[in-house]
């Protein structure tokens, strides 16, 4: 059984508009990319592992992104006093690690809901509303759109070939 539509189309990014427009288009296309690949799949497929000892899946970089967008946009920028659904101090790698086609679906859907909670987000804070890291020092909305937008594209890669691994589709 599949969950997803087997044919799912993502818009088209904005060929021209202003900073914010382009931004949110580039990363809504992103996100919508990354369900393509996982669609026609049954949720057994979804957690087939990219090679070994790698715990890298589709579901997994689902869960990923999920927190990834949870966590800079939600927690650091918005201040929300939300928790990362996955992650742990204890198992940053848990996205990844303690994926179940059980739960494919509820993954799946957290994820399209952490996109509504982050735009809301976006809605409120302007480009240049900045996020003192601990680590990195102050950052502001507009890195973490492009930060979020390259990290997008790294795990793009990385699940059209897990997705051709599992049934030798292509995405165009």
Same mark, same amino acid.
Request: hydrophobic share 40%.
């Given at each position: 059984?599949?969950? +997803? ?12 508009? %202003? ?5 949110? %288009?580039? @990363?809504?296309? =992103?996100?919508? #990319? +990354? ?6 799949? =049954?949720?057994?497929?979804l957690v087939i592992r990219s090679? #070994?000892? #790698?715990?890298? #899946? +589709? @579901? %997994?970089? &689902? ?29 940053? $790698? ?9 739960? !494919? ?11 509504? !909670? &982050?735009?809301?987000?976006? $809605?409120?804070?302007?480009?240049? $509303? ?7 020092? &102050?950052?502001?909305?507009?890195? !973490?759109? +492009? ?8 795990? %793009?890669?990385? =699940?059209d070939i897990i997705r051709e ?8």
């Amino acid at each position: 059984m599949t969950w +997803l539509a087997p044919e799912i189309v993502p818009a088209d990014e904005p060929f021209h508009g %202003g900073e914010r427009e382009m931004l949110q %288009g580039f @990363l809504q296309n =992103a996100r919508e #990319s +990354l369900l393509k690949r996982c669609a026609g799949l =049954a949720p057994e497929q979804l957690v087939i592992r990219s090679a #070994s000892p #790698s715990t890298l #899946s +589709l @579901l %997994g970089i &689902v869960r990923h992104m999920t927190d990834v967008e949870r966590i800079w946009f939600r927690i650091r920028f918005a201040g929300q006093d939300v928790a990362p659904l996955y992650r742990t101090p204890e198992h940053p $790698d848990r996205a990844f690690d303690d994926t179940d086609p059980g739960r !494919a679906a509820d993954d799946i859907a957290r994820y399209r809901a952490e996109w509504g !909670a &982050v735009d809301e987000v976006f $809605d409120r804070l302007a480009l240049d $509303d900045t996020y003192t890291s601990p680590r990195w020092g &102050v950052m502001n909305l507009r890195w !973490a759109y +492009l930060h979020t937008i390259r990290e997008y594209s790294a795990h %793009g890669g990385q =699940a059209d070939i897990i997705r051709e691994r599992i049934d030798g589709r292509r995405q165009g």
